[in-house]
């Protein structure tokens, strides 16, 4: 799941692939519609990617997943580093050799 917000639904995107594939240019639908040609050939190329008909890129799903991957990364990165604190604290605090501050007799 993405978690930046598209500004173009996808029912729209589907919608102008299609226009597209129907034989309008990505010039005509940039004017008609708000998009740029840009955007559009990226939509047309990702449509392909999606559908087998290219090779040159990852899959929306791909994405989607190598995104999710990352976050998790990410998250277990934090994790491990508070882990690591929290266990030279431990140590440090379990250890009868260092000088805490504290009395203990």
Request: with cysteine.
């Amino acid at each position: 799941m993405s978690t930046r917000s598209t500004p173009y639904p996808d029912e729209f995107r589907s919608k102008i692939v299609d226009l597209y594939k129907s034989g309008r240019s990505v010039r005509e639908l940039a004017e008609e519609f708000e998009p740029c040609e840009a955007t559009i050939r990226n939509w047309v190329k990702q449509h392909e990617i999606d559908t087998g008909q290219r090779e040159d890129g990852l899959t929306s799903e791909e994405k989607e997943e190598l995104q999710r991957l990352r976050n998790e990364n990410r998250q277990l990165k934090e994790e491990r580093e508070i882990l690591k604190k929290a266990a030279a604290w431990f140590a440090q605090e379990t250890d009868p050799t260092t000088n805490n501050g504290s009395s203990s007799s």
